[in-house]
């Protein structure tokens, strides 16, 4: 059973920066791919990014590519979602997710099976 615990929401001003990470405990961190999801209420859980388990291979949501960057820490099992040039559009509920299928940054949450409790991001125009 793996545990991910994300941080680092917050309220942020249009144009600003954030950085999310998402803890692992509880697993061999790098047996899972490690995406990024986020959700606004009343809609459905949209993918924001990927990382494969070596984080050699990477993939976005269209609306975030060239401003969100994903990465991982094997060492310290954190996953992170660097966001820049944040837009209003970007507040949401954003949260982690860990998937078996580790060679692929999938974008699909029916590929993940742990997900953490989420961190509100919210940004003001």
């Known amino acids: 059973q793996v545990q991910l615990v994300e941080s680092g929401g917050g309220l942020v001003q249009a144009g600003g920066s954030l950085r999310l990470s998402c803890a692992a405990s509880?697993?061999?961190?790098?047996?899972?791919?490690m995406g990024w999801f986020r959700q606004v209420p009343g809609k459905e859980r949209d993918a924001v990014a990927a990382i494969t388990w070596s984080g050699g291979g990477t993939s976005y949501a269209d609306s975030v590519k060239g401003r969100f960057t994903i990465s991982r820490d094997n060492a310290k099992n954190t996953v992170y979602l660097k966001m820049n040039s944040l837009k209003p559009e970007d507040t949401a509920v954003y949260y982690c997710a860990a998937s078996p299928t580790r060679y692929r940054s999938s974008t699909y949450a029916n590929d993940y099976v742990y997900w953490g409790q989420g961190t509100q991001v919210t940004v003001s125009s």
């Open positions: 509880g697993g061999t961190f790098t047996r899972y791919a």
